[in-house]
C-alpha cells in the first residue's frame, strides 16, 4: 500500500468571484514525482497556492499527509514561480538559499552551522556553488530558478511544490536537476511539479494531474496522457464553462453554500 | 565655531538627539524602500499631522508621549484607510495612497490653521510639526523622541532576518509558517513610529525623504543587505547633525529643507559616483570600450595593409589608413597617439606611421580573434560567409585569452577564415 501525499476534496478558487479552479477532487500518492500539466491560465499556479494557503479557497478542503498544512508545515517545501519576487534585491545566492533553513523557532537567533552546511550543500547539488557569493540580480533567468530550488531542497522537506522550475533553465542542468529529484523520489520523498511542455511531462513524471479550470484527470501518466484527454484540456471545448463563469462573475452568484467549507 | 565645541549641554543633547532620529529613520527606510513602499511612507508621514493636532486639542499639552500617540493612531489609520480603499474598490494603489495623503493632510492644516487662531495657550511652535525644527526640541521631548528611535534600532537588529524575508519573499516566509501577518504589522508600525518621531527634525513635508533617501543613496553603493543599511544609518546620522547645526546657526529656519539639501546632494553623488551602478562609472565603461574597439580597428587596418605585401615594417600617412577603412579623421588622430603612448605605433624616418614590434604582435591577436570568430560563426553557427563580417566586427574586441583558447581547440587550431584569409599566429615579423 502506499501512503497518500496530498488529498484534495470538491476545491473551489474563485478570483474576483471568477471561479478559475472548478471543483477539483483528487488525490496524490506518496513517493512520485509528480507532474500537473495543463494550458496558461488553467489554475496551476492558484492551485498551488491555494495548497499552500497562499491564497482563500471558496469551498472545500485539502489534506497532506492526512493533515490540514498547519500540522505538517515543517515537511512541505513551495517553489513560487520564480517571477514573485524582485530580484534586485541585495541579497546574495547564499544568503537566499539559507533562508530555506528559516523557522519560527530560529528567528530570532543565528543559523547553526549545520543549517549553514546543509544550504551550501543544496547550492552545490544545483551547480551553483561558483555563484554562491553573487548577488541574485547578476544572475541569468535560469540560475535564478536554480537558487529557488536550492533553498527549496535546503528545506529537506518530503513533500515539495514547485511551480515551473525548469523555466528558462537549459538542458544540462534540468537533465542534472531531473537526477536530483529522481534520486529524491528513491529516498521516498514526494514531488509536484507545474510543468509547461507537454513534449518531456511524459518522460519526466510517472504520475499526472491534466488540469484545465477543471480537473481533466488525474492518474499514472500512462492513463492521463491519451490523445483524448490531452483533446479535452487543450482543445477548445471550455467555453461553456468560461460563459458559465462570466455569468457567476456578473451576477455576484455564490458558488457554493458556505457550510460546505470544510470536512464534513 | 561654538558649535562644534559643543560646550553647551542643550547642543549636545539636540544633536544627539537629531542623529538619533536620523538612524533610526533610515533604518527603518531601508525596509520602506525593498519593500518599494516609497509613497506609502510619504502618505504616513503627511498623514500624522492631524494626529498630532488632535492629540494636541484634546490634551491641551505639548507632552511629547501624547503628540507621539496621537501621530502614531493617525498613522495607522492612514494604513488602514490605503488597505481598506485598494481591497474594497477597484481603484489602484497609487490613487489610493494620493488620496489618503491629501485628505489626511488637508485635514490636518484645517486643524492646525484653527489650533493657532484659537489663542490657546502654549500652542506657539506646534507649525514646527510642518517642516521641522530641531533646536526647539525640549529635554522631555529629547529624551522621549531618542528612547523610541532606540528602541526602533534594537527592534530591526533583533528582526533583521525575519524582516529581510519577508520583504524579499513574503509568499515564502508564510508557507514556512512564519507569523507573516505580525511580521508586517511590526514593519508597518515601525516605519510610523520613524515618522511620528522624524518629524522633529524635519517636518511632515519632508519626513518621506529622511525615510527613503538614505536608503536609495546607500542601495547605489553595495549589493549586500546588511553594508547597504550601515551606509544609510551613517547618512541619516550625517543628516540629523547637519539639521541641528543648521537649527542652532539659523534659529528663524526650519531645519527640515537644510536636512533634505543634504540628503539630495548625498543621493546625487551616490547616482554620479558609484561604482558599478554610478552614471559617471557606466559612462567610463562605455568610453573605454568605444576607445578599445577604435584602437583595436587601426591596429587590424595597418596589418591588413602591411597583408598585401606581407610585409609590415612599411609606414603609412593616415590618409592612407583612411582609405582602407571609413575612420573620423579625429578620432583617427587621437587613436594613433593613444596608441603611440602606448608605444605600439611609432613615426618613422620618413614621417610616416608604423607598428612597433609589439604592435605587431597585438595587431596580429585581433586580426586573429576576429578570423577565428568569423570562421567559429560559419562553421558552427552555419552563418553564410558573407554573413560573418560584421558580427566578428564588434565580438573580436570583446573575446578574452580563455575565449581564444577554446575557440582554438574546439576549431583545431585553423589556418584559414571562411574567406580564405591567412589566421595569423604569434610569429617574428617578417
Ligand atoms: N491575482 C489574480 N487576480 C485575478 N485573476 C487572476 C489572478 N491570478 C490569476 N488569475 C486568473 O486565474 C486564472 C488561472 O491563473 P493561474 O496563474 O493559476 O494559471 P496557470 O495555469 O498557472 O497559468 P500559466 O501556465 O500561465 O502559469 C487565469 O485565468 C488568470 O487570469
Ligand atoms: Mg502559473
Avoid at chain 2, 208 to 227: D, G, K, N, S, Y
Wanted: glycine letters at 6%.
Amino acid at each position: 500500500m502506499s501512503l497518500t501525499a496530498v488529498e484534495i476534496h470538491n476545491l473551489t478558487v474563485t478570483y474576483d468571484r471568477r471561479p478559475v479552479l472548478w471543483d477539483i477532487d483528487f488525490s496524490l500518492p506518496a513517493g512520485h514525482l509528480i507532474g500537473v500539466v495543463g494550458p496558461n491560465g488553467s489554475g496551476k499556479t492558484t492551485l498551488l497556492k491555494s495548497i499552500m494557503q497562499l491564497i482563500p479557497s471558496s469551498s472545500g478542503y485539502i489534506r497532506l499527509f492526512d493533515q490540514p498544512l498547519e500540522e505538517v508545515r515543517h515537511r512541505i517545501s513551495y517553489v513560487p514561480q520564480r517571477e514573485s519576487v524582485d530580484w534586485d534585491f541585495p541579497v546574495s545566492v547564499r544568503q537566499v538559499v539559507r533562508m530555506g533553513r528559516y523557522r519560527r523557532g530560529n528567528l530570532l537567533r543565528r543559523l547553526s552551522a549545520q543549517d549553514k552546511a546543509l544550504a551550501d550543500h543544496a547550492i552545490e547539488q544545483v551547480g551553483m556553488t561558483a555563484f554562491a557569493d553573487r548577488q541574485i540580480s547578476q544572475l541569468s533567468g535560469g540560475q535564478q530558478q536554480r537558487v529557488f530550488i536550492a533553498r527549496s531542497l535546503a528545506q529537506e522537506a518530503d513533500l515539495y511544490f514547485m511551480d515551473e522550475p525548469f523555466a528558462g533553465v537549459d538542458a544540462a542542468s534540468e537533465d542534472a536537476i531531473l537526477k536530483l529529484l529522481s534520486s529524491m523520489k528513491e529516498a521516498g520523498k514526494t514531488v509536484v511539479i507545474v510543468h509547461h511542455d507537454l513534449q518531456t511531462a511524459r518522460s519526466f513524471f510517472d504520475w499526472m494531474v491534466l488540469l484545465n479550470t477543471r480537473l481533466i484527470k488525474a492518474g499514472v501518466t500512462k492513463e492521463v496522457f491519451t490523445s483524448q484527454n490531452l483533446q479535452e484540456a487543450y482543445g477548445g471545448q471550455l467555453t461553456i464553462l468560461s460563459q458559465v463563469s462570466d455569468l457567476v462573475q456578473e451576477k455576484d452568484f455564490p458558488i457554493r453554500e458556505k457550510q460546505y467549507r470544510d470536512k464534513p | 565655531m561654538e558649535f562644534f565645541s559643543f560646550t553647551d549641554p542643550n547642543v549636545r543633547m539636540v544633536t544627539l538627539g537629531s542623529m538619533l532620529l536620523g538612524a533610526s529613520a533610515a533604518l527603518v527606510g531601508c525596509f520602506t524602500f525593498l519593500r518599494q513602499r516609497a509613497l506609502v511612507g510619504d502618505a504616513i508621514a503627511h498623514a500624522v499631522l492631524p494626529g498630532v493636532c488632535i492629540a494636541f486639542l484634546v490634551s491641551g499639552d505639548k507632552n511629547p508621549w501624547v503628540l507621539l500617540i496621537g501621530a502614531v493612531i493617525a498613522g495607522w489609520v492612514s494604513l488602514i484607510a490605503m488597505d481598506f480603499i485598494t481591497n474594497r474598490s477597484k481603484l489602484k494603489t497609487d490613487t489610493a495612497i494620493g488620496a489618503v495623503l491629501s485628505v489626511f493632510f488637508g485635514f490636518g492644516i484645517l486643524l492646525l490653521t484653527a489650533i493657532q487662531h484659537s489663542g490657546a495657550a502654549n500652542q506657539a511652535g506646534l507649525d514646527k510639526f510642518l517642516f521641522g525644527k530641531a533646536a526647539s526640541m525640549n529635554q522631555q521631548d529629547i529624551i522621549t523622541f531618542s528612547s523610541v528611535a532606540c528602541f526602533l534600532l534594537l527592534l530591526i537588529f533583533a528582526f533583521f532576518k525575519a524582516f529581510k524575508l519577508v520583504s524579499f519573499d513574503p509568499d515564502f516566509a508564510r508557507v514556512i509558517g512564519l507569523p507573516v501577518r505580525v511580521l508586517e504589522f511590526l514593519l508597518s508600525t515601525i516605519t510610523v513610529l520613524a515618522v511620528a518621531t522624524g518629524i522633529q527634525a524635519v517636518g511632515v513635508v519632508l519626513m518621506a525623504a529622511l525615510l527613503i533617501t538614505p536608503a536609495a543613496a546607500a542601495r547605489f553603493w553595495t549589493e549586500r543587505i546588511q553594508v547597504m543599511m550601515l551606509l544609510a544609518t551613517f547618512f541619516g546620522i550625517a543628516s540629523g547633525f547637519f539639521g541641528s547645526y543648521v537649527s542652532y546657526v539659523a534659529p528663524s529656519m526650519p531645519t527640515g529643507p537644510w536636512i533634505v539639501m543634504l540628503l539630495s546632494a548625498i543621493a546625487l553623488i551616490s547616482i554620479l559616483l558609484a561604482p558599478r551602478r554610478g552614471l559617471l562609472a557606466r559612462t567610463r565603461l562605455q568610453r573605454n570600450n568605444a576607445r578599445k574597439m577604435r584602437t583595436e580597428n587601426i591596429l587590424k587596418t595597418f596589418y591588413a595593409l602591411g597583408e598585401s605585401t606581407t610585409n609590415w615594417q612599411q609606414g603609412f600617412t593616415t590618409l592612407a589608413l583612411q582609405e582602407k577603412r571609413a575612420f573620423q579623421p579625429a578620432k583617427l588622430k587621437r587613436g594613433i597617439s593613444h596608441l603611440r603612448r602606448k608605444g605600439l605605433i611609432e613615426r618613422n624616418k620618413e614621417g610616416l606611421f608604423q607598428l612597433t614590434p609589439s604592435g605587431f604582435t597585438e595587431s596580429q591577436r585581433v586580426v586573429r580573434l576576429h578570423r577565428l570568430w568569423e570562421l567559429y560563426l560559419s562553421e558552427r553557427m552555419n552563418m553564410a560567409a558573407d554573413h560573418v563580417h560584421n558580427t566578428a566586427e564588434a565580438i573580436e574586441h570583446i573575446l578574452t585569452p580563455e575565449v581564444e583558447q577554446a575557440l582554438l581547440e574546439e576549431l583545431g587550431h585553423p589556418i584559414q577564415d571562411p574567406h580564405q584569409s591567412i589566421i595569423p599566429y604569434q610569429s617574428k615579423r617578417k
